[in-house]
């Protein structure tokens, strides 16, 4: 019997007003995330990955408006919170961690005074302390001599080291999940890797769940357990990673998977992505919006998109999925 | 059959930017006010000494200090002027001073800063150096020095106002030569054969100008700020000529004891030119670079 | 720490240089006899050529600049024709005036601008932003004699509330013993609040005009920087965080907003030095303004001189204060000096 989810995100929309007209960045989004598991939210840029994650912490652009949907954790609709309820949740219970740590970190205050602020707003420690506290969030992050470096700057330190703080601060209220936005985007690939095994070892301690945004499959394949593929604000496929590699379903997360530099065997077999991202201001957007850059589209794809159930887990949103059991290279072109 | 779709006609520059700001104004209802409010006041500096039902400065010592009435409509002052001739009058003077300041600053700041940022070398250090130096007085104090040592007229009040706005002039046009120098615009017009100064008179200053327009609107509402508190206290142009600076001087004195309207009217005028011309330069920075809007 | 305040103070001295030379020349080249200006309207050729004579004014310039330079370096400014008193020993007896009305006109508009701006920029486009929006920009309008005309006009006249302008004090109170020249304080040192008040009363409607006048750049500025810093990346952060709206919007934000506001201070600054002038003479203050006006006006001009000199060098300091202060603020300056 598995357990219930930690978030729920049912059928969750955003709308952005702009001055070139209505985007319609989300739409009908749903996945959820298990008590201790970690997923993926993997897709190209402009796919609205973060625009989730910001519309379930509630940071969304005043330009922006949740339209429909619901995202429960422990018992609330956080989209329809009070700021009250929303206050008890941020930071708390839910953090997030943002990519470009150097600015996403207050540039005039010490990091060990942002790590105290948080303790302290979260009632965790007394506020005398919390600096000390603080210092000992740095260690748990693996920053050397954290108690000089609590009252450094920002600027004074790498982009690696930021992240850790920015880790830090998230993780200091012990959340029971943690959204991380591209959290190695713009950090050399040694620290890559070293943050995403903090990331990973901290979330196993803790028994923490993570959602990780990114637009690298290969990342996501390496560290969830689960991922869910989305094109243009639409989700296009959720599966456990095992499966979604091995068998892609959807067109789709099969480009995606050979655009990956991980899968194809030379840089020739590289393929890029047909197409491109439709213009989500269009009043007249197809109910599929792959559907006008897809090799499979049949005259299904006009309707409504489906929820088709595929496997245990796996859940694929398409007419014409591709067949069980297909080696990549074929799945790739065939219609 | 032939063809009979018509291709649109390439518009000239001047048609596509008259058809923006037209957009703008509609947009922005606060802009076409504004506008609307510069005309009437260029029309009451062109045509008020005509149109005026007084003399202003015919002085008429059984009607002193008459407040606002149906023969007087912004009341007397202390030697029975009409408020209201004098106050109109005074545009013309006043927006003049204005026109001036504003056409000599674009002219000494607008050159002299463009010739720093397109020669750079020794132009450029002695512009900055006179530019710094003129920036670590107050401004006000400045033009207080330099029109008591030349002397109250209205042409060095001009000058006084041209000098004390000249650094902003530079600093802005000598940023712009700066990035037309790096953009390749010289080298282009160079390889053409154009001589430096054909280039920087016919290539630069003219895109550098839209730029400065804006803040000439600003500068113009300052002029007349700057020429009436010369005036107020004395070193500006001097009574009887109507200007509204030392006629808020002149009525300073009974304010306080409840004759508020000779200095009342001149200083509202005061108040109403130079704040049309503060939104004109806002709606001017719209028309001229939307980017810019604060 | 130290560094950033020498770099700084090394930066200020070729103004200060430029400051002594400009007025200068404000005085050598004038169109005319320079010795005429200093000898006064009803000089007789001889009393001028006496005065040519002992000022130096018949001497090649480079040699009277460095008489100028030397005298300035002993404090000599030069003589009021019209008191006959030495011209420093009457600034410094009067900067007190100016400078406690200056400073309590800044704290005004300060108390009002800065507030305004912050809740302008956490409601864009409310009614209240429009508000702040209109405000600044009539404040920029109006003539700033204008305003404390208007003021007076109101308040004392119609309201009877304020005092009548006739300067620092009521004339049945007598200035405290002088510490710091400034009223205020000195009558609270003193430890005697009738003056305190008295002079306080006093201070209210000039203070309040010249806080009129500097309210609108102020406003203008905080609300800008605001707008500019909430939409940042460190803001979102701190949101995600869960702090309260007063820590994101005061500690993190505001803090990081008041580095351009306080670089526009000097600029406000300077323009107040300048509206000073008209104040003190709509109000009859007794402070520098007012005496380099009367001294125009009798043709006096060694006191004209003096003033613009004083006025600079307080305005180049003033900016090198602000420059400390920022660096104080803003550890990325502080480190990389």
Same mark, same amino acid.
């Given at each position: 019997?598995?357990?219930?989810?930690?978030?729920?995100?049912?059928?969750?929309?955003?709308?952005?007003?702009?001055?070139?007209?209505?985007?319609?960045?989300?739409?009908?989004?749903?996945?959820?995330?298990?008590?201790?598991?970690?997923?993926?939210?993997?897709?190209?840029?402009?796919?609205?990955?973060?625009?989730?994650?910001?519309?379930?912490?509630?940071?969304?652009?005043?330009?922006?408006?949740?339209?429909?949907?619901?995202?429960?954790?422990?018992?609330? !609709?956080?989209?329809?919170?009070?700021?009250?309820?929303?206050?008890?949740?941020?930071?708390?219970?839910?953090?997030?961690?943002? =990519?470009?740590?150097?600015?996403?970190?207050?540039?005039?205050?010490?990091?060990?005074? =942002?790590?105290?602020?948080?303790?302290?707003?979260?009632?965790?420690?007394?506020?005398?302390?919390?600096?000390?506290?603080?210092?000992?969030?740095?260690?748990?992050?693996?920053?050397?001599?954290?108690?000089?470096?609590?009252?450094?700057?920002?600027?004074?330190?790498?982009?690696?080291?930021?992240?850790?703080?920015?880790?830090?601060?998230?993780?200091?209220?012990?959340?029971?999940?943690?959204?991380?936005?591209?959290?190695?985007?713009?950090?050399?690939?040694?620290?890559?890797?070293?943050?995403?095994?903090?990331?990973?070892?901290?979330?196993?301690?803790?028994?923490?769940?993570?959602?990780?945004?990114?637009?690298?499959?290969?990342?996501?394949?390496?560290?969830?357990?689960?991922?869910?593929?989305?094109?243009?604000?639409?989700?296009?496929?959720?599966?456990?990673?095992?499966?979604?590699?091995?068998?892609?379903?959807?067109?789709?997360?099969?480009?995606?998977?050979?655009?990956?530099?991980?899968?194809?065997?030379?840089?020739?077999?590289?393929?890029?992505?047909?197409?491109?991202?439709?213009?989500?201001?269009?009043? !007249?957007?197809?109910?599929?919006?792959?559907?006008?850059?897809?090799?499979?589209?049949?005259?299904?794809?006009?309707?409504?998109?489906?929820?088709?159930?595929?496997?245990?887990?796996?859940?694929?949103?398409?007419?014409?999925?591709?067949?069980?059991?297909?080696?990549?290279?074929?799945?790739?072109?065939?219609? | 059959?032939?063809?009979?779709?018509?291709?649109?006609?390439?518009?000239?520059?001047?048609?596509?930017?008259?058809?923006?700001?037209?957009?703008?104004?509609?947009?922005?209802?606060?802009?076409?006010?504004?506008?609307?409010?510069?005309?009437?006041?260029?029309?009451?500096?062109?045509?008020?000494?005509?149109?005026?039902?007084?003399?202003?400065?015919?002085?008429?010592?059984?009607?002193?200090?008459?407040?606002?009435?149906?023969?007087?409509?912004?009341?007397?002052?202390?030697?029975?002027r009409d408020v209201f001739s004098r106050v109109t009058v005074a545009t013309r003077l006043d927006f003049f001073i204005a026109v001036a300041s504003v056409a000599l600053v674009f002219l000494m700041g607008g050159l002299a800063g463009v010739a720093a940022g397109f020669f750079g070398g020794w132009i450029d250090r002695v512009v900055g150096r006179i530019a710094d130096t003129i920036m670590a007085f107050p401004l006000f104090v400045l033009a207080m020095g330099i029109v008591a040592a030349l002397g109250n007229t209205v042409q060095n009040i001009v000058l006084a106002t041209a000098i004390v706005n000249f650094p902003l002039y530079a600093r802005i046009a000598r940023t712009e030569a700066n990035v037309r120098r790096e953009a390749g615009f010289v080298e282009a017009a160079r390889l053409s054969g154009n001589a430096n100064w054909r280039i920087l008179i016919g290539q630069i200053l003219p895109n550098v100008f839209p730029i400065l327009v804006v803040q000439m609107s600003l500068t113009m509402g300052y002029a007349i700020l700057n020429a009436a508190g010369l005036s107020f206290i004395g070193l500006g142009v001097r009574p009887p000529t109507p200007e509204w600076g030392i006629m808020v001087a002149e009525g300073a004195a009974f304010m306080v004891s409840g004759q508020w309207w000779n200095a009342f009217f001149p200083g509202a005028a005061l108040m109403i030119t130079v704040f049309c011309f503060n939104l004109l330069g806002d709606g001017l920075r719209d028309i001229v670079d939307p980017r810019r809007r604060t | 720490m130290m560094t950033l305040i020498i770099k700084r103070a090394a930066m200020a001295i070729p103004s200060l240089i430029g400051v002594v030379v400009v007025t200068f020349l404000l005085t050598r080249l004038l169109p005319g006899d320079p010795a005429a200006y200093f000898a006064g309207p009803a000089a007789t050729p001889q009393a001028i050529q006496e005065v040519r004579v002992?000022?130096?004014?018949?001497?090649?310039?480079? =040699?009277?600049?460095?008489?100028?330079?030397?005298?300035?370096?002993?404090?000599?400014?030069?003589?009021?024709?019209?008191?006959?008193?030495?011209?420093?020993?009457?600034?410094?007896?009067?900067?007190?005036?100016?400078?406690? +009305?200056?400073?309590?006109?800044?704290?005004?508009?300060?108390?009002?601008?800065?507030? +305004?701006?912050?809740?302008?920029?956490?409601?864009?486009?409310?009614?209240?932003?429009?508000?702040?929006?209109?405000?600044?920009?009539?404040?920029?309008?109006?003539?700033?004699?204008?305003?404390?005309?208007?003021?007076?006009?109101?308040?004392?006249?119609?309201?009877?509330?304020?005092?009548?302008?006739?300067?620092?004090?009521?004339?049945?109170?007598?200035?405290?013993?002088?510490?710091?020249?400034?009223?205020?304080?000195?009558?609270?040192?003193?430890?005697?609040?009738?003056?305190?008040?008295?002079?306080?009363?006093?201070?209210?409607?000039?203070?309040?005009?010249?806080?009129?006048?500097?309210?609108?750049?102020?406003?203008?500025?905080?609300?800008?920087?605001?707008?500019?810093?909430?939409?940042?990346?460190?803001?979102?952060?701190?949101?995600?965080?869960?702090?309260?709206?007063?820590?994101?919007?005061?500690?993190?934000?505001?803090?990081?907003?008041?580095?351009?506001?306080?670089?526009?201070?000097?600029?406000?600054?300077?323009?107040?030095?300048?509206?000073?002038?008209?104040?003190?003479?709509?109000?009859?203050?007794?402070?520098?303004?007012?005496?380099?006006?009367?001294?125009?006006?009798?043709? !006096?001009?060694?006191?004209?001189?003096?003033?613009?000199?004083?006025?600079?060098?307080?305005?180049?300091?003033?900016?090198?204060?602000?420059?400390?202060?920022?660096?104080?603020?803003?550890?990325?300056?502080?480190?990389?000096?």
């Open positions: 019997m598995t357990a219930p989810p930690a978030l729920c995100v049912d059928r969750l929309s955003v709308e952005f007003r702009t001055r070139s007209g209505l985007v319609r960045a989300l739409d009908d989004v749903t996945f959820s995330v298990r008590r201790s598991e970690t997923i993926a939210l993997v897709g190209e840029s402009g796919s609205g990955k973060s625009v989730t994650a910001y519309a379930i912490m509630g940071l969304l652009d005043p330009a922006g408006r949740v339209t429909n949907g619901q995202a429960m954790f422990d018992g609330i !609709d956080l989209l329809a919170a009070s700021p009250k309820q929303l206050a008890a949740v941020r930071g708390r219970q839910i953090s997030m961690i943002f =990519q470009n740590p150097r600015t996403a970190l207050n540039p005039i205050r010490p990091v060990g005074r =942002q790590i105290a602020d948080v303790l302290i707003r979260h009632g965790k420690v007394p506020a005398r302390e919390a600096p000390q506290q603080a210092v000992e969030m740095l260690r748990a992050v693996g920053i050397s001599d954290p108690g000089r470096r609590a009252s450094a700057y920002p600027f004074e330190m790498s982009g690696g080291m930021c992240q850790r703080v920015m880790i830090a601060i998230a993780l200091a209220a012990k959340p029971s999940l943690l959204i991380a936005d591209e959290p190695t985007t713009g950090l050399d690939v040694t620290t890559q890797a070293v943050i995403m095994d903090l990331i990973s070892d901290l979330a196993t301690e803790r028994g923490m769940a993570t959602i990780f945004i990114t637009h690298d499959l290969a990342l996501a394949s390496q560290r969830a357990r689960r991922v869910v593929v989305m094109h243009a604000g639409h989700v296009v496929e959720n599966a456990p990673t095992a499966d979604l590699c091995a068998e892609p379903r959807h067109p789709y997360t099969a480009e995606l998977i050979a655009a990956t530099p991980d899968s194809a065997a030379s840089l020739d077999d590289l393929a890029a992505i047909p197409g491109s991202l439709p213009d989500l201001r269009r009043t !007249d957007l197809p109910p599929c919006r792959y559907s006008e850059r897809c090799p499979r589209k049949t005259e299904l794809c006009a309707q409504p998109l489906p929820q088709t159930a595929v496997g245990a887990e796996h859940i694929v949103a398409c007419w014409n999925p591709l067949p069980a059991h297909v080696p990549l290279k074929l799945a790739i072109g065939a219609s | 059959m032939t063809d009979t779709t018509a291709v649109a006609p390439r518009q000239s520059p001047l048609a596509s930017l008259l058809r923006h700001s037209r957009h703008v104004l509609a947009e922005n209802p606060v802009t076409s006010f504004a506008f609307a409010l510069f005309l009437l006041i260029l029309l009451a500096a062109l045509f008020g000494p005509q149109m005026v039902p007084y003399d202003p400065l015919a002085s008429n010592t059984a009607q002193t200090l008459k407040p606002p009435n149906a023969q007087h409509w912004f009341g007397t002052d202390q030697l029975g | 002992k000022l130096g004014l018949d001497k090649p310039l480079i =040699q009277q600049f460095s008489h100028y330079v030397v005298d300035l370096a002993h404090g000599n400014f030069g003589t009021s024709l019209t008191t006959g008193q030495p011209v420093v020993t009457e600034l410094r007896t009067r900067l007190p005036a100016s400078a406690e +009305l200056t400073l309590l006109g800044l704290l005004v508009s300060i108390a009002i601008a800065v507030p +305004l701006g912050i809740i302008a920029a956490t409601r864009p486009n409310s009614l209240l932003d429009h508000t702040c929006r209109i405000v600044s920009t009539a404040g920029v309008s109006l003539p700033v004699f204008f305003t404390g005309l208007i003021l007076i006009y109101f308040f004392y006249y119609w309201l009877g509330w304020a005092p009548a302008p006739l300067g620092r004090l009521d004339v049945f109170y007598l200035a405290p013993p002088q510490v710091t020249g400034f009223y205020l304080i000195d009558s609270l040192i003193a430890g005697d609040p009738q003056t305190f008040a008295a002079a306080l009363k006093q201070l209210v409607l000039p203070a309040l005009t010249l806080g009129v006048f500097s309210l609108a750049p102020i406003a203008r500025m905080t609300r800008a920087s605001m707008l500019a810093v909430l939409s940042s990346d460190f803001i979102r952060t701190a949101r995600a965080n869960g702090l309260s709206n007063w820590t994101v919007v005061i500690t993190y934000a505001f803090r990081n907003a008041m580095l351009p506001v306080i670089t526009t201070l000097g600029m406000v600054f300077s323009f107040l030095l300048g509206a000073n002038v008209l104040v003190e003479k709509v109000f009859a203050w007794p402070g520098i303004g007012s005496y380099a006006v009367e001294a125009l006006l009798a043709s !006096d001009f060694a006191p004209v001189q003096g003033f613009v000199l004083t006025m600079a060098a307080m305005y180049v300091i003033l900016n090198l204060v602000i420059d400390v202060l920022y660096g104080l603020i803003d550890p990325r300056v502080r480190l990389e000096a």
